[in-house]
């Protein structure tokens, strides 16, 4: 074993010993070997996957132009062949920036002064949190050279004249993703801590990393699962989906979950919860301290919730009002059997939401809008003219080919549904478990969130095609008569039930500019609250915690940056705010009601279903 000196700082003049290991070639060697005779299977299953020609083709298909880049990158090309000196004027910017890093790199590596960075990292970019990033000579020139060549990739396709613009967002967007690709921290020999780790081990990291590697190719079957989280750690109704509850009616699309009261009196107008099926329920009841079922129970709610099933080839068929009529509406139909009441307040969560807009459209036309008492509409899009970055995968081309794969198989897989969000916010749900799983060699951490998040569901053809061509692709919801529901024409801006709208700053999947832009479009009297965080852990913020913050403004102005302009900030959870507000809907109180046995007891077994 022998010693090196830790590199003296500006901020640390003292130095420390740090413990490095020479690597035992045989038991490298021993461990490699047996990596290896791991990864034989493994190859082959992927060989097996992707020679055939069938196999060969979607993987070209998926692989290799999942945006459908080309003719946005043939545009670039064409409008730099049309305005040359545009192209060289970045150029010259790229020379001069680079001219200016070198020489305040070379002063600190001279060690004259430690000014500011010419070039740091976004705000929230955790990749560079390691000292040496900040200390280093070289791994400052490292991260600042990279940082510079991200932004000047990206001054050069938004700078660029005489492009469509949906073909610049769609190349800004894949340009982002090749740059988080080529982050110097994804590499070894770039990456501080990975090399201290590396001596720290004598390489026993990059060992453990290749395992890793070599088990989620196994989980994957050939294909790469990133692992997230420690899948070990969570079981269903024992640590997480804890809430005690009962299935009281099922049918081919879901299960009604009612929940046991926790107070002796509850509000008389029951709460029925309509989550995505896009993901699983139990978003809303992971562990019992950031349940938000657990704490609408406490509240005084009697809560309901569907469970989706995890559909399969035999319910390819199923279609946008069948979710409508065997969900919504049927779950209606039970807690008005089981309450002996008339009015339920509705919560849609996501696409939840989105099915919840036409269902009322379809009630109001029927007449019957007052079975609905009120709506709350979480991280709901309405609108999709700017429905974010996941549009960006849903061109005229795209949609063809994911109907292609999805009426051969009868559904789209819920792999792929998961791989098209993680795109969405790569270095955090990609890069980082690459890093940590297969150059750490560490496991990764349990996290009930992320648990939830790679347990993915399946989407039947017929739904989920109409969804992609009428929402986002058409934009179908705002034009009145646009979308029909078992033949009656939709328009949601006849829908009068009261509506709270809770959207988040930093959503990735619903941009809270679309969201408002929804919102606006309902008639009757509306509530828009602004979280902080995301689609998810925005949502998923309970009082208790103290976490995060949100934004009121009664008013509702024309634009969202108006609103945003006048907005009062709250610390702490929305939770409450609309716990205040739904009181007004909840009724009076009456006696707490128990669950009747049911089917079984909750969370279901739809929850548990795999793909």
């Not at 196999?55 to 670039?76: C, K, M, T």
């Not at 750690?233 to 046991?260: C, D, H, S, W």
């Not at 080839?313 to 969900?327: C, I, V």
């Not at 479009?521 to 995301?534: D, Q």
Request: glycine content about 6%.
């Amino acid at each position: 074993m022998k010693k090196a000196m830790a590199k003296k700082t500006p901020k640390d003049a003292q130095t420390t010993d740090a413990p490095y290991k020479m690597p035992d070639m045989l038991a490298l060697n021993r461990a490699l070997i047996d990596a290896y005779a791991k990864a034989l299977p493994v190859m082959e299953k992927f060989i097996e996957n992707h020679t055939n020609s069938k196999g060969l083709q979607d993987f070209l298909n998926r692989d290799f132009d999942p945006l459908n880049i080309r003719e946005s990158y043939l545009a670039f090309l064409d409008s730099i062949v049309a305005d040359p000196p545009r192209f060289f004027e970045l150029q010259a910017k790229f020379v001069t920036d680079w001219a200016h890093l070198w020489q305040d790199s070379a002063r600190k590596f001279m060690g004259q002064g430690e000014g500011k960075p010419l070039f740091e990292p976004e705000a929230g970019d955790r990749r560079f949190r390691a000292p040496e990033w900040q200390h280093s000579a070289l791994f400052d020139f490292i991260k600042q050279s990279y940082l510079m060549t991200c932004r000047w990739m990206d001054d050069a396709v938004h700078n660029t004249e005489g492009m469509d613009p949906v073909q610049k967002e769609k190349l800004a967007f894949a340009t982002k993703l090749f740059a988080n690709a080529i982050s110097p921290t994804n590499f070894v020999l770039t990456n501080p801590e990975v090399l201290n780790e590396t001596m720290k081990s004598g390489g026993a990291n990059l060992v453990r990393g290749l395992e890793n590697l070599i088990e989620d190719m196994e989980r994957g079957e050939g294909e790469l699962k990133i692992s997230t989280t420690d899948y070990d750690t969570f079981k269903l109704g024992e640590n997480i989906a804890v809430t005690p509850g009962r299935v009281v009616f099922q049918n081919e699309l879901m299960q009604l979950l009612q929940y046991a009261p926790t107070t002796k009196k509850v509000f008389e107008t029951p709460l029925l919860i309509i989550p995505p099926w896009i993901n699983k329920y139990y978003i809303l009841d992971l562990k019992t301290e950031n349940s938000f079922i657990a704490w609408a129970v406490e509240q005084g709610h009697t809560v309901f919730t569907i469970s989706w099933v995890n559909p399969s080839r035999k319910l390819a068929q199923k279609r946008f009002e069948d979710y409508m009529d065997e969900g919504i509406l049927e779950a209606l139909t039970q807690i008005e059997k089981i309450c002996g009441t008339d009015q339920t307040n509705i919560i849609g969560y996501c696409l939840g939401g989105t099915l919840l807009s036409t269902t009322l459209c379809y009630l109001q036309a029927k007449k019957k809008a007052g079975r609905a008492a009120s709506v709350t509409f979480l991280t709901t899009l309405l609108d999709f003219e700017k429905a974010g970055d996941l549009k960006l995968f849903l061109d005229e081309e795209q949609i063809e080919l994911l109907e292609k794969k999805m009426f051969e198989k009868g559904i789209l897989e819920g792999r792929e549904m998961k791989q098209t969000f993680s795109l969405l916010r790569a270095n955090d749900l990609i890069w980082s478990f690459v890093v940590n799983n297969y150059l750490l060699g560490k496991e990764p951490f349990p996290f009930d969130l992320l648990y939830w998040n790679d347990d993915c569901t399946n989407m039947p053809a017929a739904m989920h095609s109409f969804y992609l061509r009428k929402f986002y692709l058409h934009n179908e919801l705002v034009k009145p008569g646009g979308i029909t529901m078992n033949g009656v024409a939709i328009d949601i801006s006849k829908i009068k039930t009261p509506a709270y709208f809770l959207s988040t700053r930093e959503d990735h999947i619903a941009p809270w500019i679309a969201t408002y832009a929804g919102m606006k479009r309902l008639g009757g009297k509306k509530t828009f609250t602004l979280a902080a965080s995301g689609h998810i852990a925005g949502v998923i913020n309970p009082p208790a915690k103290k976490k995060y913050c949100y934004w009121t403004n009664e008013a509702i102005p024309e634009t969202p940056e108006s609103w945003f302009k006048d907005a009062a900030q709250h610390e702490g959870s929305w939770w409450t705010h609309w716990q205040d507000w739904i009181k007004g809907f909840a009724g009076k109180k009456v006696e707490a009601r128990t669950p009747a046995k049911g089917v079984e007891a909750a969370p279901g077994s739809y929850v548990r279903m795999k793909v």
